[in-house]
Structure formats: structure tokens, C-alpha cells
């Protein structure tokens, strides 16, 4: 039987997260940011001063110890590290800085596609799950693969309204340059890479208004979550 889930995928700053939550919201399914995972991750290693982010049993060994794990909230699952929630300590730019190189390793792929499957198959309706290779490789049987693109300057713009709403003074410039960075690192990647799956839809948002984007998928998904 396919995953009761509907995959999103798209570059940094694509509006996929926003896009998943309000999708979920919509379907009555829960909520799973999986680059959370992989940015709470990289929040610990970098906490507990693991030397090399290159060591990936080290990076999962210093994950699995200090208690990083997804749990449910009802509507949405939140990255946990020792109990606590920590989805505004993995937006920090340090956190962000590191994650490809982190998201990269294979033992770090491996343990963290593990856990967004058994979140997922606990969950009693289904998920909209969003990321990088949800559609390819962590529920290749989703009933709806998504991958949504804007123009790098689309992106770029929206993330310096999210940085301007926390008091920063964004740069968008740099914006684009880390945007496109980030973008050639995840898809130039030895494992996993971003990629569309053969099956997705594709959704350019570049010039759609948010409630636009939303019910784009919103109105694919409804035969499959009625
Ligand atoms: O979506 P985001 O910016 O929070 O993702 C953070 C990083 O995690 C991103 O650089 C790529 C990586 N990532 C990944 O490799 N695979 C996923 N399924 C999700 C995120």
C-alpha cells in the first residue's frame, strides 16, 4: 500500500516548509520539516564540539546520546534535543551555515530517514513531509510527490522579509549567494541529492501568491485524504 503522505521537495527557501504546514493544516494531516531534523543534528554536534563534521557515526553517535528525536505535537512533529523543543535554536545562522556539509554524511542520512519513517507510520491519518529527497528516497510511495522551484531572486526576497521579521537587517545579495550555495552543495551531493522524483509535479511558486501555491497541492492531494 503507498504512504499516506505527500512528499515536497524544492531548493532553500523554495517556501516548502510554510507550503507543507499550511497543506497539513488543510488536509488534517500532521506536519514533518525533515531539514529540522537534519538542523538539530548539526545544532548538537556543533554544541558538543564534535571536532570534524566529517565523521558521520560520530555525528549520529553524539545525536543518538544528547536525545535528538521528532515527536509529535498533534498537528506537527518538532525536532527535540533532551527533551526540550529546539525548532528556534536550529534557524540560527551557525546552524545553517553547517547543516549541507552535515546532511551530506551518509550515517546521518541513513539515521535520519529511519526516524522520519517511523514517525510517520506511527501517525494515524498521514503526513505532509517536506525536504530535499522525500519523494526519491525516504517515501518513494508517496501518494503525491510534489517539487516546487521559484527563481533564486523569489527566494532570496522571501527569506529577508522571514530575517527582516526577527529584527535583522537582511542582506539579500548575500541571501542569494548562501541560497545558491546551499542549493549547488544539496544537489551535487554524492548521496541523496536534490533531485525531482520521475513521478513529481513540478510548481514553480516564483510568481504565486502563498494561498495560490497551497491550494495548487491542496487541490492534487483531496482524492487521496478525503
Ligand atoms: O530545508 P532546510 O533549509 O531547513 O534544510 C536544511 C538542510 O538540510 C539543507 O541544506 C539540506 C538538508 N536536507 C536534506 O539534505 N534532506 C532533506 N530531506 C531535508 C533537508
Do not use: C
Not at 523543543?85 to 551557525?94: F, G, L, N, T, Y
Not at 541560497?179 to 541523496?192: H, W
Request: proline fraction near 4%.
Amino acid at each position: 500500500m503507498a504512504s499516506r503522505v505527500i512528499a515536497i521537495d524544492g531548493p532553500a527557501g523554495s517556501g516548502k516548509s510554510t507550503t507543507a504546514k499550511a497543506v497539513a493544516r488543510e488536509l488534517d494531516l500532521a506536519h514533518i520539516d525533515s531539514g529540522a531534523m537534519y538542523r538539530a543534528v548539526t545544532l548538537v554536534a556543533l554544541d558538543a564540539g564534535v571536532p570534524m563534521l566529517d565523521d558521520g557515526d560520530l555525528v549520529v553517535e553524539t545525536a543518538k546520546g544528547k536525545g535528538v528525536e521528532f515527536r509529535d505535537v498533534g498537528s506537527s512533529f518538532r525536532p527535540i534535543v533532551a527533551g526540550v523543543d529546539v525548532s528556534k535554536e536550529i534557524r540560527s545562522a551557525r546552524v545553517t551555515e553547517h547543516v549541507s556539509q552535515v546532511s551530506a554524511l551518509p550515517e546521518v542520512r541513513i539515521w535520519v530517514t529511519a526516524a522520519l519513517q517511523e514517525a510517520v507510520a506511527q501517525h494515524p491519518r498521514g503526513a505532509v513531509a517536506d525536504g530535499r529527497d522525500i519523494g526519491t528516497v525516504v517515501f518513494p510511495d508517496a501518494v503525491l510527490k510534489i517539487y516546487l522551484t521559484a527563481a533564486v531572486a523569489e527566494r532570496a526576497r522571501r527569506r529577508a522579509l522571514e530575517q527582516g521579521m526577527d529584527g535583522a537587517t537582511p542582506d539579500i545579495q548575500q541571501l542569494s549567494r548562501d541560497l545558491q550555495r546551499r542549493d549547488e552543495f544539496d544537489s551535487n551531493r554524492a548521496v541523496s541529492p536534490l533531485r525531482p522524483a520521475a513521478d513529481a509535479i513540478h510548481i514553480d511558486t516564483t510568481d504565486l501568491a502563498f494561498e495560490e501555491q497551497v491550494a495548487a497541492v491542496v487541490e492534487r492531494a483531496r482524492d487521496y485524504f478525503a
